[in-house]
């Protein structure tokens, strides 16, 4: 069995449209690999920064009158917030969808274990073919709260 820091995938997500990045790790993890997310705050969200932060803050507004720990809770860094677009993605009632939700791991810059291993890129996630604005995840997270 692997340990925690191996990885069967090193993904730098600078550049990368999220939620693109985000279905390719969910279908690799349902698959049985162990992938690694560096740089997280570096990847993009596509739409004006306006329209996208809007929709976070409103998103943030949800909230229950009984219980604070019952109630949902709303990731602001940037690290968690991709995790948890990534678990959007799995079937996340199921043993199956929380199995695969522990294999992925994501982190805001480049840990030091990790320095010396190769980063891929997922093609189809590139954010150089977007014309229009975009927002990075780290910009979204200051903006709502996050470090």
Do not use: C
Request: charged share 30%; proline share 5%.
């Amino acid at each position: 069995m692997k340990s925690q820091m191996e990885s069967d995938l090193l993904i730098d997500a600078s550049n990368l449209i999220v939620g693109r990045m985000a279905s390719y790790v969910a279908k690799r993890a349902l698959e049985g690999t162990r992938d690694v997310i560096v740089n997280a705050e570096r990847a993009v969200i596509s739409g004006s920064k306006a329209n996208v932060v809007s929709e976070v803050k409103l998103r943030l507004r949800t909230r229950t009158l009984g219980s604070l720990k019952e109630g949902p809770t709303h990731p602001r860094r940037p690290d968690t917030y991709v995790r948890r677009i990534i678990r959007g993605m799995l079937p996340w009632d199921r043993p199956k969808g929380k199995i695969a939700y522990k294999r992925v791991r994501v982190y805001i810059g480049l840990p030091d274990a990790f320095k010396e291993k190769i980063t891929v890129r997922v093609p189809k996630a590139e954010a150089s073919g977007l014309r229009g604005s975009y927002v990075t995840v780290g910009d979204l997270s200051r903006e709502i709260g996050g470090t």
